[in-house]
Each structure stands twice: as C-alpha cells, then as structure tokens.
C-alpha cells in the first residue's frame, strides 16, 4: 500500500516462517546530465536514503534502520577549442607584447566543475620562450559554479595566450599550438588541440647605402663595364627581406648610358627580380643574421659619343 512492502507473504497459523527476507526494486531514473564524480570506494557519488519505518508489527534494528542508494554517474560532457586557428600580433601597437584570448567550450549539462590542463607546444616554427611565453600544466575549470543545486548547461572559459615583443625582422605566420588535457574519465575530448598563428611583425631593420656615391669608367671598346653598389643593414632578421631600387636619370640616361637592374633582366637574362635585390637570403627561423650587406651590380652601357 503506497511504500510498503509484505514481508512474509506466505506466512500462515499454520505455516510459521524463521528469518524471512524480502526484495523489492527501486528505478534509477536514466539523465544525460554530468553528475558528482567518485566510486565504490570513496563514496563522492549521489545517494540516497531508505528508512523502514516503526510500526507494531515489528521492531527496526537501530544500525539497520536505513539504507543509502549511491548512484553512480556513466554521463559524459564534451570539451573542444571554440576555434581551431587563433591570430596573434607580436605587438598590441604601444610597444607591450600582443595577446590573444583563447576559449575553451564545454557542451552539455553538468552539476560539477570540470578541469582540464593546458599548455603551448612547438608544433610550427615558432619558439617558446623567444616568439610567445610558454605555460604548462595550466588548469582551466569549466562550469566553476556547477553543483547539485545548481545545474549549468554548457559553459565556456577564456584565457590569454602572449607574443614576446622583440626587435627581430621574422616571417609572417610563424605558429605554434596549444593543446589540453582531462583527467577525467566523464569528459569527451573532441579537439583538444589549436594553432595559434602570429600574423603580424611590427619590427623593422635600418638599411641604406654603404656609398654615397661611385666612380666608373666607360669601357670605350663597345663592352659593358659594371660597377657595384652595396646595401647594408643594422638589426637582426630571421627572413630574406627584399629591397627594390629606384633609379633616377641625371645627364646620364636609363637604357643608354646605364642599364636598370629590369632592363638587365628582360635583355641579359641576369637571375634578379626586376628591381628588387634579396637581403639576406639564407636568413630563417633558425638562422638569425645580423647586419647583413648585399651588392648588386649596375651595368654601364658602352658608346663612343663624348
């Protein structure tokens, strides 16, 4: 009759029964929401009590009165990267070193925090400790106020992630990544890594000249003679930086007295890009130059005219 159970339902005058035992069934409700963590042992699991109740027919055993039910969840949340592919500039643009947020996102209904760890990794040619501040091992807690009182449907949580503003001329889209960890069982991993790409340098090297100016003789025996100028740079690169060159007409012309570097090409399949010089072209991520020079050649176109 509503929570009773029979207990010695056969029992009769004449069918005394010694010791009985009786079974009934409680129904676990199925959910899809992620509850207290634990196990058999430590007992961090949702419970229940039973309690019998006192009545003339018997008397309750005071250490047996009650029993607890612990529900053991088998529910999952997922946790992912909210974006696969973060940019991030080497500088904010007043000199401090540039940020970038990076969120992690967790899909489903939970009544407890969720943890995981996270750290950058050299997966691209950027290096920790020289191009962006390393961490590991960092917790980041997801649904912080979830509790048993208190269910959250999906929660997202942010961090930053920095450059370190140099004064090095690097590539564009140096990158890096930034993974997690769970060590919770109860937590689908979709992605747990992505790429953080840093899309702007802000540094420059100072370049000019190595002369002001330069004294060449014209090779009257109808061959062209050559004089070479020389570029210099003061800083550091980690990547081949071009030049391009201008020339003006004084009393000398262009393409009768002298040659452009893109006439010399067009004409004299000379191995250059129109009129860009490469500085530095062996400097790399892994190969810093400093102070690098390149010279080039101009060609003095041969006359006979006085």
Same mark, same amino acid.
């Given at each position: 009759d509503g929570n009773s159970v029979i207990l010695g339902v056969n029992a009769a005058y004449n069918n005394t029964l010694t010791n009985v035992s009786q079974c009934f069934n409680i129904t676990i409700a199925p959910d899809t929401i992620l509850e207290l963590k634990g196990n058999e042992s430590d007992y961090m699991l949702e419970e229940f009590k039973i309690g019998l109740v006192q009545n003339p027919h018997f008397n309750v055993i005071p250490e047996r009165e009650n029993? !607890?039910?612990? /529900?053991?969840?088998? #529910?999952?949340? =997922? $946790?992912?990267?909210?974006?696969?592919?973060?940019?991030? +500039?080497?500088?904010?643009?007043?000199?401090?070193?540039?940020?970038? =947020?990076?969120? /992690?996102?967790?899909?489903?209904? !939970? +009544?407890?925090?969720?943890?995981?760890?996270?750290?950058?990794?050299?997966?691209?040619?950027?290096? #920790?400790?020289? &191009?962006?501040?390393?961490? #590991?091992?960092?917790? /980041?807690?997801?649904?912080?106020?979830?509790?048993?009182?208190?269910? /959250?449907?999906? #929660?997202?949580?942010?961090? =930053? $992630?920095?450059?370190?503003? &140099?004064?090095?001329?690097?590539?564009?889209?140096?990158?890096f990544c930034v993974e997690f960890v769970a060590y919770d069982d109860c937590v689908n991993i979709e992605e747990n890594v992505t790429e953080i790409v840093m899309s702007e340098d802000d540094d420059a090297i100072e370049a000019g000249f190595t002369s002001e100016y330069h004294v060449v003789e014209e090779d009257d025996d109808c061959r062209p003679n050559t004089v070479e100028v020389c570029v210099n740079s003061t800083g550091q690169i980690e990547k081949p930086i071009p030049f391009y060159v201008e020339f003006f007409s004084g009393t000398a012309k262009e393409n009768q007295d002298f040659y452009t570097l893109e006439y010399w090409y067009q004409y004299f399949e000379e191995a250059c890009d129109g009129n860009s010089v490469i500085l530095g072209v062996n400097a790399a991520y892994n190969n810093t130059l400093t102070n690098v020079s390149q010279c080039f050649n101009i060609t003095i176109a041969p006359d006979t005219i006085l």
């Open positions: 029993c !607890t039910v612990f /529900i053991k969840d088998n #529910d999952y949340v =997922s $946790v992912s990267f909210e974006e696969e592919r973060y940019i991030l +500039q080497e500088s904010n643009g007043d000199g401090t070193d540039g940020n970038v =947020s990076v969120c /992690i996102e967790l899909e489903g209904k !939970t +009544q407890r925090p969720v943890s995981v760890n996270v750290s950058t990794s050299q997966c691209g040619t950027a290096r #920790d400790g020289e &191009d962006y501040c390393p961490f #590991d091992n960092m917790e /980041i807690t997801l649904a912080p106020d979830a509790s048993p009182w208190n269910e /959250i449907d999906g #929660d997202t949580q942010c961090f =930053s $992630v920095f450059a370190k503003n &140099d004064d090095i001329k690097e590539h564009l889209y140096e990158n």
